[in-house]
């Protein structure tokens, strides 16, 4: 079965320190990683996705990740946080096509609240 | 261009009443989902639709139900209100064709009482 786990579940940075979140996976074929960011009493906005190829992706707000599939991770960083950036993160795992049998179902972390410091 | 729209915003139910969760999209998306969100335990999938009148349950249905009459719309139905179904409830959809990205709309909290 696939799951994501996301360790820190609240993370507290002074603003223009860097940032790195952490999620690690289990996911029987290809996947399909996510990073979404939810702002308090928002919806969730996407941050970036991974599907293939540079396993550094880029993302929105000066985030990026990285895969690693040794070992099974998809860390999200940025090297200098703004206060905007205090959110609640999302790590998804899911089929890297939306067709199939999957249907496209997605699995999320738990979630890492971050709180920035001024 | 809307995206994920969703009514109401906020809900207070007493236990027992019942209600309907309204889900809108204008992106001609095939796949839309239903979630909730408790604190600490991520996103949780209720119910998918795969197209207009095709359903199923996803890891948590119990005391929900969903029908999808058209491409657009996507209820979500509680029949008998409990306080486990206190949450906050968000709906997504995505295209069935090429990558799987999934499109949110803003929420509905409910509280039952």
């Known amino acids: 079965a696939q799951s994501v786990t996301q360790p820190d579940i609240h993370i507290t940075v002074s603003e223009g320190a860097s940032l790195e979140l952490r999620c690690n996976y289990s996911y029987g074929a290809t996947p399909y990683l996510f990073w979404y960011v939810q702002s308090p009493g928002q919806g969730l906005q996407l941050l970036l996705k991974?599907?293939?190829?540079?396993?550094l992706v880029q993302g929105i707000k000066g985030f990026e990740a990285e895969f690693k599939r040794s070992q099974s991770s998809f860390n999200l960083r940025k090297p200098s946080v703004h206060w905007s950036d205090a959110a609640e993160y999302f790590c998804?795992?899911?089929?890297?096509?939306?067709?199939?049998?999957?249907?496209?179902?997605?699995?999320f972390g738990q979630g890492t609240i971050l709180t920035v410091h001024p | 261009n809307a995206g994920v729209t969703q009514t109401p915003k906020f809900r207070i139910l007493k236990i027992g009443q019942s209600m309907t969760l309204q889900c809108t999209q204008d992106m001609n998306h095939n796949y839309m989902y239903w979630y909730r969100q408790d604190p600490g335990m991520g996103l949780k999938l209720i119910y998918y639709s795969v197209g207009a009148g095709i359903t199923d349950k996803g890891e948590v249905p119990n005391g929900y139900n969903v029908s999808r009459s058209t491409t657009e719309d996507f209820p979500l139905r509680l029949e008998l209100a409990a306080p486990s179904q206190t949450s906050v409830y968000f709906c997504?959809?995505?295209?069935?064709?090429?990558?799987?990205?999934?499109?949110f709309g803003p929420g509905t909290r409910l509280t039952v009482l």
């Open positions: 998804a795992v899911g089929p890297a096509k939306a067709g199939g049998t999957s249907y496209g179902k997605l699995t």
């Open positions: 997504a959809s995505s295209y069935v064709e090429g990558v799987n990205e999934q499109f």
């Open positions: 991974y599907f293939s190829g540079d396993t």
